[in-house]
């Protein structure tokens, strides 16, 4: 089993930055893909970027987000600037066994419980 814990998340202006982590426990995340992904109210869950050997972003975030991790600390991370009120939603963390990043919500096995991100026009 993996256990994924969000935090980062705030209220913080259009133009603003946050930083959100994933902390994993349970198993070594080098054997597994991670990813982000977001939920805004009336809306389907949606990708955001994953990584494994490489990384992959949705269109709506490539060059204003980044994704990256840190092994030892077995943790995920997701670097956004320039945030836009678009980008208000809840942000998941999620999980897979194996390498191959995978953009759809079904393709995940272990997800964490989520942290609001809010952008204020």
């Known amino acids: 089993q993996v256990q994924l814990v969000e935090s980062g998340g705030g209220l913080v202006q259009a133009g603003g930055s946050l930083r959100l982590s994933c902390a994993a426990s349970?198993?070594?995340?080098?054997?597994?893909?991670m990813a982000w992904f977001r939920q805004a109210p009336g809306k389907e869950r949606e990708f955001v970027a994953a990584?494994?050997?490489?990384?992959t972003y949705a269109d709506s975030v490539k060059g204003r987000f980044t994704i990256s991790g840190d092994i030892a600390k077995n943790t995920v991370y997701l670097q956004m600037n320039s945030l836009k009120p678009e980008d208000t939603a809840v942000y998941y963390c999620a999980a897979k066994y194996g390498p191959t990043r995978v953009v759809v919500s079904t393709g995940y096995n272990y997800w964490g419980q989520g942290t609001q991100v809010t952008v204020s026009s």
């Open positions: 990584i494994s050997s490489g990384t």
């Open positions: 349970g198993r070594t995340f080098s054997n597994y893909a």
